[in-house]
């Protein structure tokens, strides 16, 4: 599975079960509040 951000977009590519795995990683590293948005531009909240 392929998963990696850019500072325009968000790239998840597998089966739905890895992109669930792959988003609930995310929330944990950044956190359940951040936006998208401020994923994409590096910034943690």
Do not use: F, N
Not at 6 to 27: D, E, F, K, N
């Amino acid at each position: 599975m392929k998963s990696y951000l850019t500072p325009q977009s968000a790239h998840v590519v597998g089966q739905a079960r890895q992109v669930q795995l792959i988003l609930r990683q995310w929330m944990r590293e950044w956190g359940p509040e951040t936006k998208l948005s401020d994923m994409l531009a590096g910034r943690k909240g």
